[in-house]
């Protein structure tokens, strides 16, 4: 699977089976389910992300877990109406995947570690003003919201958190300003805490941007921080 640097939204990841399949939905008698992806990072830290595939995609694919999988796709939000209120969920639509066989002598091969294994392209535009902040220990960031286009006059609606001077170049950035994006999915637990005391640890998802540049049709090249 190579990444098709032309389309506003692709992803690859490659990780292992934690969850059986659940049902998600049907649209137009097509079944869609919904399992979880185990995909590792550099640091050894894990990432689970939610894979959403159509059952036609599963005819000859047996999810078990424990499985190893190179999933290709796109990363999607929709709406979910919970306690009268308006939920965010975000989820990898699935095109393709197969499943990968691990060699040996593969994963003795240092090159062969590089292989990418979680990376997601995303062209699409500031749909809310970055938020720029420092942590106590002077680390650098900003929450960027970005509006995907997709078929059928629909759009996804994908967090982005950016880290030191990427940081920095998104607090400039002006809602309608078009931008090329390119990082990784990641998860992360945090704990949301209610009026009446109580609290739970939930898991939000976003794209780790690694480099990012400005979409300019009027000039070339266009600006670009990595």
Known sequence: ??????ENNHLVLVGKVTSDKTYSHEIYGEKFYIFDLEVPRLSKAIDVIPITVSERLLTNLNLEIGKKLAVEGQFRSYNSYQNER??????????DIIEVVDNEEEQEDEEKKETV??????SGYVCKKPI???????RE?????LAVNRAYNKSDYIPCIAWGRNARFCQNLEV??????????????YEKKFEDGTSEVR????????????????????????
């Not at 699977?1 to 032309?6: A, D, F, P």
């Not at 794209?207 to 070339?220: G, H, L, R």
């Open 141 to 145: 960031i900003a929450d960027l919201l």
């Open 117 to 122: 294994t979680n990376e997601v392209v995303l």
């Open 1 to 6: 699977m190579v990444t098709n640097l032309l």
């Open 86 to 95: 308006n939920k965010l969920i975000l989820t990898v639509f699935a095109k």
């Open 176 to 189: 309608g300003t078009e931008v090329k994006i390119v990082g990784r999915v990641q998860s992360r637990k």
């Open 132 to 138: 720029y902040r420092q942590t106590p220990f002077d």
């Open 203 to 226: 898991v939000a998802y976003e794209v780790s941007i690694s480099s990012m540049e400005i979409i300019d049709k009027n000039e070339t090249p266009a600006e670009n921080v990595g």
